[in-house]
């Protein structure tokens, strides 16, 4: 599925993705967090931390 805003400059695409895309946290059981999400909060950013 397209996203339905465009990931703003200087923006995580997966953090944006996550936040906007109502469908890829649908399938997921309500119960478990998003391991993806899970990652991002414990790790940060891959490419947008690093300085």
């Known amino acids: 599925m397209a996203l339905r805003r465009p990931v703003p400059k200087g923006q995580c695409p997966q953090c944006w993705t996550h936040a906007y895309d109502r469908s ?16 991002h909060m414990v790790n940060g950013c891959p490419g947008f931390n690093r300085r």
């Open 24 to 39: 890829i946290h649908r399938r997921q059981d309500r119960s478990k967090d998003c391991p993806q999400c899970v990652d």
